[in-house]
């Protein structure tokens, strides 16, 4: 609720200041002045226009391709700890427990741990933990007697390799976001394209000042999402460690 109430205060401010704005331009200059100059206005504001917006497009298109790689990241290690839960089965029943203790330690780790460290961005520091570490300490420690638990080991340790990778993934992806350089043109970009509409001499003030709301609105909103996307797991707009529960749930009943 907080994501979408900060959403809809960038939008009222930002329509604001687009409005005082207006005022002001057109209380300091002549209505006859800006017919004088709206073609070359328009021309000029046509080209700014598309290429801001191709700039928008393509870092909405930037974000929106990260939180779905978060959210497939997320997505594939939680099925790779269920596929482990699924294979210790194979397994003796003390090794079982073990395997099972050790994923939901990890599954747990991960919910209370590194989620919060992932929303504040200050992830880095976790890549290596003792849940990590404990989870393949735990493997190691098995001796397979059987070519049964031979198969089911090999098949194991390729789905450990596979989570490690995608946790990495994971990782590495809730420290990434727009550089601040790209906010900067983005910002930028937007007060100049609505600055342009400022120049244009339509008699009818109100008709003017909407079109220009109307504008700032779209611009306004689009930089909020790119906002609320830049850090997949923060806010309402978020990866969400669900699937890590139903694992905890998974485990706990064979225990």
């Not at 700039?55 to 997320?74: H, I, M, N, P, S």
């Not at 594939?76 to 700890?81: I, V």
């Amino acid at each position: 609720m907080q994501t979408w109430l900060f959403g809809f205060l960038i939008i009222v401010v930002s329509v604001g200041l687009a409005h005082v704005g207006i005022l002001w331009v057109r209380r300091a200059v002549p209505l006859a002045v800006l017919e004088s100059h709206q073609d070359v206005a328009g021309f000029i504001i046509g080209v700014l226009g598309a290429l801001y917006a191709v700039l928008l497009a393509f870092v909405v298109v930037v974000v929106w391709g990260q939180f779905e790689d978060a959210r497939t990241a997320v997505s594939n290690e939680a099925n790779q700890l269920g596929d482990l839960a699924r294979m210790a089965e194979g397994f003796p029943a003390p090794v079982a427990q073990n395997v099972r203790a050790a994923i939901e330690n990890y599954a747990r780790f991960s919910m209370e741990q590194e989620w919060p460290a992932m929303e504040r961005g200050d992830a880095e520091g976790l890549r290596y933990q003792s849940a990590v570490e404990n989870l393949w300490k735990t493997y190691g420690a098995i001796e397979p007697q059987t070519p049964r638990e031979n198969t089911l080991y090999d098949q194991s340790l390729e789905r450990l390799n596979d989570l490690s990778d995608s946790r990495r993934a994971r990782l590495h992806i809730s420290h990434e976001g727009v550089p601040a350089i790209m906010w900067m043109l983005l910002l930028g970009g937007a007060v100049t394209t609505i600055g342009f509409t400022y120049f244009f001499a339509v008699k009818n003030f109100r008709a003017q000042a909407l079109m220009t709301a109307a504008l700032t609105t779209v611009i306004a909103f689009i930089l909020f999402l790119i906002l609320a996307l830049d850090n997949p797991f923060r806010g309402a707009v978020s990866v969400s460690s669900e699937p890590f529960q139903r694992i905890i749930e998974r485990t706990q009943p064979a225990r």
